[in-house]
């Protein structure tokens, strides 16, 4: 096994681990958050009815962002998010980070939803 491969396991375990604690109901859906090298995708997801209620990516075209893997353009795609999930009608969400350390990026994205009044 090389190298790659153990940090890949770890990055499995550590998820699984996660996900074992956080579920969404319809009242607080999950939002996990998936960060690339060149990108970042945000994904509202109700896990009792197995539906996604929003979702919205760096590479949205509407946002008009030149690129998408720095902490600005994090930030930006986490306030664009925190007004569809306020469109929703949801006030209180689950913040699932995928494993990834809360750090960066991922910071960044729930500090732009926390900042449209978004509970978590």
């Known amino acids: 096994m090389n ?14 681990s996660i996900r074992k604690k ?22 509202l997801i109700n896990d009792v009815d197995s539906k996604t209620v929003a979702l919205l990516s760096s590479k949205d075209k509407s946002l008009g962002l030149k690129s998408g893997g720095n902490i ?10 925190g007004e569809k999930i306020k469109n929703a009608g949801v006030k209180k969400i689950v913040f699932d980070r995928n494993g990834k350390a809360y750090h960066g990026r991922v910071k960044a994205v729930a500090e732009g939803i926390r900042s449209c009044g978004i509970d978590f």
């Open 22 to 43: 956080v579920s969404g109901t319809e009242e607080r859906p999950r939002l996990s958050v998936f960060r690339s090298l060149n990108h970042i995708y945000c994904q």
């Open 3 to 16: 190298k790659l491969d153990k940090k890949r396991q770890l990055n499995d375990k550590r998820k699984a």
């Open 72 to 81: 600005a353009t994090a930030e930006q795609v986490g306030k664009a998010m």
